[in-house]
């Protein structure tokens, strides 16, 4: 197993949620702070292809307590999941690096 095919395994799982983000780099602080969603990157995988380290951060002040109580609500009424979270700069939830 290669980077790129544990990569492609997010992307097909996660690629079509409006709050996730793959990328190809390791997360930093700056690509988080202040959003709403959560983003993961710089995805290595041991030569012997039996380890697989993964990066991921999200703003614990939204998308770890505020973000997703509105979420859980929203799903545990009926309404629509992302109903008042922003979601702009989500757009396109796999990075193009």
């Known amino acids: 197993m290669k980077a790129t095919d544990v990569k492609e395994l ?10 996730i983000t793959i ?15 959560w983003r993961v990157g710089g995805i290595q995988v ?18 770890g307590a505020a973000t997703q109580c509105v979420q859980n609500l929203n799903l ?8 008042g979270i922003p979601t702009e700069g989500h757009e396109s939830t796999v990075d193009g690096e």
């Open 76 to 83: 545990s009424l009926g309404l629509d999941e992302y109903a």
């Open 10 to 19: 997010y992307e097909e799982r996660y690629g079509n949620e409006k709050l």
């Open 46 to 63: 041991h030569s012997s292809g039996k380890r697989v380290v993964v990066t991921g951060g999200l703003d614990n002040l939204l998308k």
């Open 23 to 37: 990328g190809k780099d390791v997360v930093e602080l700056s690509q988080i702070e202040g959003k709403h969603g």
